[in-house]
């Protein structure tokens, strides 16, 4: 019934029309979505607050909220059927439409009903059930699966659609005029709804204290199918329940604006109990969901309401749409309970595509920590299925560092090409590991705040192997405002690479040798040009090491001393602003995770400023350049295609210099900029302030000679080691 997802893959990519209509739909519901907001007199975070409590009060004790809500919703005459599987959800409702005699199923919208594929089983039957929602309609005449939870065709072009219904219907249509198309519709589906035995709808929301079911809609079928048959069946998993109608409430605050950038959706109905002479049904369906709120890590997805922001915002979804997702939880939400629905291997191809930018979290209205999830979940699928064997060997490298270093010089020395842009140079670490550096006396931000502070530089494997100037630069800064740099021996990789891969054994380990490492240094604080590991330690080290006591306190102390370099000169370093420089306009994309993780968005343009630097405004800044870490070598056309519209966004500002404050990124970038032609310098921050400083020169002699000498101890133990092992 489901393709591979590698077809899925494909076929997705060879549409080079869909990515253009996701970008026009994602940028227009971001405006209009922020703007609902905006004007919300009781405000987001209050709002997402009281639903968040009201969703955490069902799930602290499922049972006794589904046994609330029966109660109520029976003593009001509906009858209500639990059901824990897809196949008893299907068998019961097969069982009431035959003893009905149905032989017309009008159908509302239902995700739950797509998700046991409940329409191919009636069918199958012998029971026709057709699709009043507009778009579910659209698709069940194309045979196809929903794209989005809220709007299952927007993949469809209304040239598309106007094929369809031309097919359907057998008369012409016209092809760009949509209300034209629209009133076809309503004009078809009229007739399903008069001469239908039978409704069926979702709900939004199950209402505990008075028994309702709360269903919102824009179309009106809702209210028709629910109101012309005597015969309805609602369809829902437990986790609509909501306790009280104050609830339901807050929840209609925030779907409306959070799926479709609407204060409120045209229909809002409750349907307490059956109209006189008629029945009503509630299938209250389980298929995974008690397997979900058993697992203290997904829990928290319950939570979620189906409003498909998180896809609205994914830079994935909007290169290769929701048909990818295979199932019909598309977007981040489906990356984390599919697994649940359908089995661990339906989600191994999906939760590859995820590039870990966090903006998810940032819109979902019920506060689900859906990164974080979804790393769960490609831990888990790495656990079942393994890794692949490219990955394999990385993390043997990664796990020995004398076997990382001796190939990371072979590359260099061999100007090996990297598949994520640039070659590996001589490593930095040969110049400043185990060193010590004064801060400056005199200078323009020698006298800043942070003049007699220590700082424990953190070079990141990337930087180093990759970008030394990077680290050439950082280490200028930071001196340049006065402190005092101490860069520590033993460092090697602090396993983010790992963390995100979901081979979490091997980042454990690495992150333990990177708390041990920092820990022996007694410096004020500790410092990295790279947001990426910044995040790690201080957000993801604590969480890794939760079940260890000693190794999570010492993760925590950690985290409490760590931060990234931006951060670190705007905040604790406060330097004066400087006059203008005059020199070329610099326009900043800010690293997804330090704005939706770190906080920190604003903080690199205003830090460039500062310092004196021309600013171009980047138009969406804050966007995925498509990076991802190992989400670019997995699938590096959704790669390429996220950072189309980084570089579109760039080329309308001018700019002749593009910064940033990843290294990763600033590779991703470089690499990418040169691919289409753009002629625009890739640099990181600390590269740009360094020069702004009058400080391009290295905080250390540079030895740019390509001697091979180190690379001579490296070998022999890689020989050794080798030896050892039979090879």
């Not at 179309?219 to 109101?227: F, K, Y």
């Not at 295979?326 to 661990?344: D, E, K, M, Q, R």
């Not at 983010?496 to 040798?513: I, N, Y």
């Not at 939706?596 to 804050?622: K, Q």
Request: hydrophobic residues 45%.
């Amino acid at each position: 019934m489901i393709r591979p997802f590698t077809e899925r893959y494909r076929e997705a990519l060879a549409d080079s029309r869909l990515p253009k209509n996701l970008l026009a739909f994602q940028r227009a519901w971001r405006a209009t979505r922020n703007a609902a907001f905006r004007d919300m007199g009781m405000g987001f975070d209050a709002t997402r607050d009281r639903l968040v409590q009201a969703k955490n009060q069902v799930l602290a004790d499922p049972p006794a909220a589904r046994r609330s809500f029966i109660t109520a919703a029976q003593a009001r005459g509906t009858q209500v059927h639990e059901v824990d599987s897809a196949d008893q959800a299907r068998d019961a409702i097969l069982s009431i439409l035959r003893a009905h005699g149905v032989k017309l199923l009008a159908k509302g919208k239902s995700m739950v009903a797509e998700e046991i594929f409940l329409s191919h089983h009636l069918e199958a039957a012998g029971i026709k059930v057709v699709e009043t929602d507009l778009g579910e309609w659209i698709i069940q005449l194309a045979h196809e699966t929903p794209s989005h939870m809220v709007m299952p065709a927007i993949h469809k072009s209304r040239q598309q659609v106007a094929t369809l219904f031309e097919s359907e219907t057998h008369r012409p249509v016209p092809h760009d005029d949509v209300q034209a198309q629209v009133s076809l519709a309503r004009e078809e589906l009229r007739r399903a709804f008069l001469a239908a035995d039978a409704g069926m709808i979702g709900a939004n929301a199950l209402i505990a204290e008075t028994g309702s079911v709360m269903l919102i809609t824009n179309e009106g079928n809702g209210d028709l199918v629910s109101t012309l048959p005597r015969l309805l069946i609602v369809i829902a998993g437990w986790e609509k329940i909501v306790p009280t109608f104050d609830d339901a409430v807050a929840q209609i605050r925030l779907l409306a604006r959070s799926g479709t950038g609407q204060e409120i959706t045209t229909y809002t109905s409750f349907i307490t109990g059956p109209e006189p002479e008629c029945e009503l049904h509630l299938v209250l369906v389980d298929n995974g969901r008690t397997a979900m709120w058993s697992d203290p890590d997904a829990r928290e997805a319950l939570r979620c309401i189906r409003c498909a922001a998180c896809a609205d915002v994914c830079p994935p979804y909007q290169v290769v749409g929701g048909h990818v997702f295979g199932y019909v939880y598309s977007g981040a939400i489906g990356l984390v309970n599919t697994p649940f629905h359908h089995g661990i291997a339906a989600d191994a191809g999906p939760q590859s595509l995820c590039v870990s930018c966090n903006a998810c979290a940032t819109v979902c209205p019920v506060a689900i920590p859906l990164p974080r999830l979804i790393l769960d979940q490609r831990a888990r699928v790495v656990e079942a299925l393994g890794l692949p064997w490219y990955k394999r060997a990385a993390f043997m490298a990664f796990e020995r560092p004398w076997l990382f270093d001796a190939g990371a010089r072979m590359a260099a020395a061999a100007h090996v090409p990297l598949p994520i842009g640039g070659r590996a140079h001589w490593p930095a670490r040969d110049r400043c590991l185990g060193r010590q550096f004064a801060g400056d006396a005199a200078g323009e931000w020698a006298a800043s705040k942070a003049r007699g502070l220590s700082v424990a530089y953190f070079l990141q494997c990337v930087a180093d192997r990759l970008a030394p100037e990077q680290i050439d630069a950082a280490l200028r800064v930071l001196r340049a405002c006065g402190a005092d740099v101490v860069v520590p021996s033993g460092q090697h990789c602090c396993g983010l690479v790992a963390l995100d891969s979901g081979e979490l054994p091997t980042g454990r380990r690495l992150a333990k040798q990177t708390i041990a490492m920092l820990e022996a240094t007694s410096a004020d604080y500790v410092v990295t040009g790279a947001a990426s590991c910044a995040v790690a330690i201080g957000h993801d080290f604590p969480r890794l090491l939760r079940d260890e006591p000693e190794w999570r306190e010492r993760a925590e102390r950690l985290a409490r001393r760590t931060l990234d370099l931006v951060t670190f000169v705007d905040r604790v370093a406060d330097p004066p602003a400087l006059e203008a420089s005059g020199g070329p306009a610099v326009t900043y994309h800010s690293f997804c995770q330090s704005t939706n993780v770190l906080g920190i968005g604003e903080v690199g343009p205003r830090l460039l400023r500062r310092a004196g630097v021309e600013v171009a405004d980047l138009p969406e800044m804050d966007v995925c350049c498509g990076f991802g870490g190992s989400a670019s070598v997995d699938h590096p056309e959704v790669s390429r295609g996220i950072v189309t519209r980084k570089l579109d966004n760039v080329r309308s500002t001018g700019a002749s210099v593009l910064c940033t404050d990843n290294p990763g990124c600033v590779l991703h970038l470089r690499a990418a900029a040169a691919r289409v032609g753009l002629g625009v310098e890739v640099r990181h921050v600390a590269e740009v302030l360094a020069a702004r400083l009058g400080r391009v020169r290295s905080a250390y002699e540079r030895k740019r000679s390509c001697s091979c000498a180190p690379l001579t101890p490296a070998l022999s133990q890689m020989k050794r080691e080798l030896g050892e092992r039979g090879y």
